[in-house]
């Protein structure tokens, strides 16, 4: 019998209730930021801009940090306007996931802040 099992890496977010919802992905569906991602799997995650300056899309990670691409300029910027620490928050429309077998990216969303202006 030739089957194929599919390698894969997983995103699993935290719910507000608690609960958790596991989403696998394989290499070919790693294309563009995260928010993408997860809305072509129809899992909503709150948005704004989608260009990395209005921190709607911030979400914690617990896990898999060393699977997604570092941040560019702008959204270290809104991470610092957040006062966030970008090793354990990152927004959504900005990351980009890097393929690595059988990792667990575990995200939640992250609590509101106010922007602070510069
Ligand atoms: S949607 Fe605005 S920073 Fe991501």
């Given at each position: 019998?030739?089957?194929?099992?599919?390698k894969?890496?997983?995103v699993?977010m935290?719910?507000?209730?608690?609960?958790k919802k596991?989403?696998?992905l394989?290499?070919?569906e790693?294309?563009?930021?995260l928010?993408?991602?997860?809305?072509?799997?129809k899992?909503?995650?709150?948005f704004?801009?989608?260009?990395?300056t209005?921190?709607?899309?911030?979400?914690?990670?617990?896990t898999?940090?060393?699977?997604?691409?570092p941040?560019r300029l702008?959204?270290?910027?809104t991470?610092?306007?957040c006062?966030d620490?970008?090793?354990?928050?990152?927004?959504c429309?900005?990351?980009?996931?890097?393929w690595?077998?059988?990792?667990?990216?575990?995200i939640?969303?992250?609590?509101?802040?106010?922007?602070k202006?510069?």
């Amino acid at each position: 019998m030739n089957q194929r099992i599919e390698k894969t890496m997983s995103v699993v977010m935290r719910q507000k209730d608690g609960s958790k919802k596991e989403l696998k992905l394989i290499k070919e569906e790693l294309e563009g930021p995260l928010l993408e991602i997860l809305e072509k799997k129809k899992i909503k995650h709150p948005f704004g801009c989608r260009s990395g300056t209005c921190g709607v899309c911030r979400m914690e990670i617990f896990t898999g940090q060393e699977a997604l691409s570092p941040p560019r300029l702008s959204e270290e910027d809104t991470l610092k306007r957040c006062e966030d620490d970008p090793n354990r928050v990152r927004l959504c429309c900005q990351v980009e996931l890097w393929w690595n077998e059988g990792m667990i990216v575990e995200i939640a969303e992250a609590p509101e802040v106010k922007l602070k202006d510069e």
